[in-house]
């Protein structure tokens, strides 16, 4: 039932029959006011591709409110260059909204709401914002863009045992994206009319052909990405392996060809003998 594939992630946040969890969750992220929420446009999550070379630039949600565009991602693992894909959906969403107006005065407030799987950053919060800060007196720039990011991870571990009367309503919607059984999906839900439906709609989605067609392929492509990893790992070491026996080899016969050269040897017969070309033996004989 996880939510935190990118499949499953985008139907939940996106249903038209139950709009209020998304809305819901970005007042508990931004902090802005339910009632100007009322009023979301959802954008094609696809909206950012140009030509056929930026069909990598997709962002997982986009939806506009007023003057601000919001960008929600499902962060599901953490990999190098993670963060650094998630700042160009910023830009590029920045750069199509600057094309759309006629001046820059009209231009829309960017947010990015980061739900991740994962803990980053260490600090036992629910959430972080990140803003461009001055580096002394900590002036923020006006027009800046604000990240978020929602520790799944850590608000799984700290709130999977406590009784639901003691969570918040945001720490129950954020259980919910980690739910993998019906019962902790319930129990999360309780007799929440907007989690319920939730619920609702991860059962319908775990049954849904073409969704589980979409979740195993997410699956087999994170399978196919760690093998690949572990295949580089293995051949790092296979490599280091043979470059270490070979650097022993080379420096056993620099050792033999001192003691020859000691021995007033010709250069050429211990080149044959050692494999040593002349001006490396030449310059073990400079050395001594």
Do not use: W
């Not at 709401?113 to 580096?135: A, H, W």
């Not at 619920?199 to 073409?210: G, H, Q, R, Y």
């Not at 040897?265 to 033996?281: F, P, R």
């Amino acid at each position: 039932m996880l939510g935190v594939y990118d499949c499953i992630f985008k139907a939940i946040m996106l249903d038209k029959n139950n709009p209020e969890y998304l809305q819901d969750i970005i007042h508990y992220v931004t902090g802005i006011p339910k009632n100007k929420l009322k009023n979301i446009v959802i954008k094609n999550n696809e909206f950012l591709i140009n030509n056929k070379n930026d069909k990598k630039s997709r962002s997982d949600i986009i939806i506009e409110i007023d003057k601000t565009c919001i960008n929600l991602e499902m962060n599901k693992s953490y990999y190098e260059g993670l963060f650094a894909k998630n700042d160009a959906y910023i830009e590029k969403i920045s750069a199509s909204l600057y094309n759309e107006n006629e001046d820059y005065i009209e231009s829309k407030n960017i947010i990015q709401i980061n739900f991740d799987n994962f803990s980053y950053f260490n600090q036992n919060k629910e959430i972080y914002k990140f803003v461009f800060k001055e580096e002394t007196s900590d002036i923020i720039l006006p027009e800046n863009p604000i990240k978020y990011h929602v520790d799944l991870d850590y608000l799984y571990k700290k709130c999977y045992n406590k009784p639901i009367v003691n969570l918040s309503k945001f720490e129950r919607y954020c259980l919910l994206l980690r739910a993998e059984t019906k019962e902790f999906a319930d129990k999360i839900s309780g007799d929440d009319q907007v989690m319920k439906k939730v619920t609702s709609k991860l059962l319908a989605l775990n049954e849904d052909e073409k969704v589980i067609g979409l979740y195993d392929a997410e699956k087999e492509a994170e399978k196919i990405i760690r093998t690949k990893i572990k295949g580089a790992e293995i051949k790092a070491r296979e490599a280091g392996i043979k470059q270490g026996i070979s650097k022993g080899i080379k420096q056993n016969n620099y050792t033999i060809a001192k003691k020859m050269l000691e021995e007033n040897l010709e250069i050429e017969l211990i080149s044959k003998i050692t494999n040593l070309t002349i001006d490396e033996i030449k310059s073990l004989k400079t050395d001594k």
